[in-house]
């Protein structure tokens, strides 16, 4: 195991591929995004094609298991016991994982838990560290802060590593790299694979199996000499100290056993209290998340061992928001999520537009609910999230941890018409909505509008349908939808003539 | 032809986009209904379920058509509307509105347990499935999100068309997605919102079914919009306008 002091620049001089420039919260309104995302039609074609295949999966393996509204019940049951108690549960937590040799380290916020690991890794000296997927240091973007810090920070989990190579940013929690198809992977291999370690070979196919080898052959070396490996952690056990990674492809289980540094940043929301508890949640998330009745690698491991694996082990537990989220009774059932991702595979939406059109590392469902409550309404983007969604209902019925999802995001909706209402600059939408509830409120008032509608009915009755030309905002419709005619007479108008005497 | 609903009072819920858009359905409802022996009456009280409020994130205004649908409905036996979407709104939203008034909330547990859609009402109130209706054509049925995931009424609709002389219902691909309607969300987010309708409209025009069929117009609005500007040879129609039907 040869350790290089100093790691080649690319053409950018950096260590690592550049994500795409700014900020995800600075992303404009979730409508204009959509429209962007909706014009490539090869990652429309991808998405489609691939939740289809997850969504029959997951229906499959979950049709197996009888009990399994009664999994989901205990699961539901155990994460809001957990959100109740959540102050005591992390000090516990904290007292085990002290107990079983963990240092834990506590960061309100993306800026701390950074600092925190930036700091940890310079202690020990090494200019690279290996990750297994995680969730929570996309969040704090805690690859670039490395890579500010003169780090170099390898993802390992195979599409985070095309997502990685790509210059892009993951679309999906579980499947990063879903909006990609196996061309498109190649061709980033053949690209960018050279400059930053072992190249693909040149004459690599888009054969899976090439490519997962081109892969293999590339972290290779990565893994042999990194001194530091960085996770996130699926659940943290309470009562033991016990942090669990559940996993596809073995690139977690080398992580988290190769390298002598192991630091594991975890949202505080992760834990359970017992051991006995990750029998629910290890029935409930593989057959939510990818389909299947097991999954592949579950790595679990409690402090130090001496003498096997890791022997400096750090636990960074993070705020991030999630505090905020706690704090708002009826959004707090989000802090129940498993990130299985089976609502955003569900989500009619999010399986058209994809997770970029988001801004926010979480899409889909889980997205525009906990990323409005961890974040705020300030942006754009954040007030536009929680009306990414028709209200279908599709997503609850699927969610392992019964979140009702149409509940939270009206709630949040209301937050942001709220906040619409409190501003100073007038809002088209708070105006608009204010007249229409006024004839809304009374039928009588109602009556009055059926008359002006029966008057456009009657201007247009040669036309049956109102089509393309039409001004705003009625060609948000009718730019590609034909809108039939008002009727000349109401139905209450109707009703009156013939039921109502005089 | 029976008349199971004889003595049953119900409270005709026109619902507002049927009001202004489509007063063929709630009229079609008042034939059927009077038909199997129901005494019916509409108040012009009514306005609307609210949903298009509450959904869009103002409460206030989904409060007051709480207050008119007490106001409409507080006499009747059972309220019946042409819509599962907003029977679900009914149901599923009017306590959450109502909770800090208990004198409006006591009046509305009471009420929504008594609102039904129409083909709830047919199918468990007056426990008929073959309302004597013909329509022998080729039918292909759209599920509604409301209706399957909100008001929860299963397999009602299906129940009483399969019922229908002549009528052949053929299956519609990938039927319980939605048609990308959403309420406001056609207009917030346009794009997707076309974007779903086509990817619906398609499916239906392959089911080369002459009708399309469904439980709430505000869906065959939608679909229908698609299908009319692409010239596909389908024609949107509520399932009260089918189940009115009587052979000639």
Known sequence: MSQLTTLPRDTDGRLTPAPPPGELIDMPRFPINARHELANTDQRNNLQAATATIRAKRALRVSEVPQWEDLRQAAKTIKDQVDRHLDSYLLQAEQSLTKAGAIVHWARDATEANQIVVDLVKATGAPEVVKVKSMVTQETELNEALEQAGIAAWETDLAELIVQLGHDRPSHVLVPAIHKNRSQIKDIFLTEMGQYGTPAPADLTDDPSALTSAARTHLRNKFMRSTVGISGGNFLVADTGTLVVVESEGNGRMCLTLPQTLISVVGIEKIVPRFEDLEVFMRLLPRSSTGERMNPYTSMWTGVTPGDGPQNVHVVLVDNGRTSVLADPIGRQTLRCIRCSACMNTCPVYTLVGGHAYGSVYPGPIGICLSPLMRGLDSPIDQSLPYACTLCGACPDVCPVKIDFPEVIIHLRHEVAEHKIRDTKPHLETTAIAAAGWFFAKGRRFTVMTWLSGLVGRVFKAKKQFGAHMPWPARLWTSARDLPIPAAESFREWWRRNHERP | ?248
């Open chain 2, 1 to 248: 032809m029976s008349q199971p609903g004889q003595g049953l009072s119900v409270g005709l819920f026109a619902t507002c986009i049927n009001d202004v858009m489509f007063p063929d359905t709630p009229k079609h409802v008042a034939e059927l209904l009077t038909r199997l022996g129901c005494s019916l009456t509409s108040s012009p009280a009514q306005t609307c379920c609210g949903q298009m409020f509450t959904n869009t994130g103002y409460f206030r205004e989904g409060e007051a058509t709480v207050e008119a649908y007490v106001e409409a409905f507080a006499d009747c036996d059972y309220v019946v509307a042409p819509s599962a979407s907003c029977i679900g709104s009914v149901r599923h939203q009017h306590q959450m509105l109502a909770a800090h008034r208990p004198a409006l909330a006591r009046k509305v547990d009471r009420l929504i347990k008594r609102s039904l859609d129409l083909t709830e009402f047919l199918t468990d109130i007056l426990e008929v499935e073959d309302v004597g209706a013909s329509f022998p054509h080729t039918v292909t049925y759209h599920t509604g999100c409301h209706s399957l995931r909100v008001a929860r009424i299963g397999d009602r609709p299906q129940r009483l068309l399969r019922a229908v002389r002549g009528l052949r219902l053929v299956d519609l691909a990938d039927s319980d997605i939605c048609c990308g309607f959403g309420g406001t969300f056609c207009l917030k987010n346009p794009d997707v919102s076309i974007a779903m309708a086509t990817n619906k409209a398609k499916a239906v025009a392959d089911t080369k079914a002459e009708y399309l069929a469904a439980v709430d117009n505000a869906c065959l609005m939608n679909i229908g919009g698609i299908l009319h500007r692409i010239k596909a040879p389908v024609t949107p129609i509520h399932v009260a306008s089918i189940l009115v039907q009587q052979e000639p």
